[in-house]
């Protein structure tokens, strides 16, 4: 079984940054996809950014190309999301999300239906 604990949400305001963290609770961490998803009020939730733990290239939505940055820690078995420049149409909740090991591939990992394990989210806010 895989825990996902997401934090580093809160307030801010336009063009500040947010570091999001996801802490993986898990025996393995490597082989499998990870990724950043958002959902706001009324809309479907989307990627945001992905990565194949094992050193595949990562996935940004192009909303988020150039702001944001996806990066991990396999050693601490940890996910990060540096989200600089915010806008106030990036505010959501945003989940921390898992596959099982050697599921996937580089190039589903930025499908959500790839995943098996989700955080519970953190709330992220950015305000004009």
């Known amino acids: 079984q895989v825990q996902l604990v997401e934090s580093g949400g809160g307030s801010v305001q336009a063009g500040e940054s947010l570091m999001l963290s996801c802490e993986v609770l898990?025996?393995?961490?490597?082989?499998?996809?990870m990724g950043w998803f958002r959902q706001a009020p009324g809309k479907v939730r989307e990627v945001v950014a992905s990565?194949?733990?094992?050193?595949?290239?990562?996935y940004y939505d192009e909303s988020v190309k150039g702001r944001f940055t996806v990066s991990q820690d396999s050693a601490r078995k940890e996910l990060y999301l540096q989200m600089n420049s915010l806008k106030p149409e990036d505010s959501a909740m945003y989940y921390c999300?898992?596959?099982?090991?050697?599921?996937?591939?580089?190039?589903?990992?930025?499908?959500?239906?790839?995943?098996?394990?989700w955080g519970q989210g953190t709330q992220v806010f950015v305000s004009s």
């Open positions: 990565i194949y733990t094992t050193g595949a290239p990562t």
């Open positions: 999300a898992a596959s099982r090991p050697t599921y996937g591939t580089n190039s589903s990992c930025p499908v959500a239906s790839t995943y098996h394990y």
């Open positions: 898990a025996y393995q961490y490597d082989d499998r996809c």
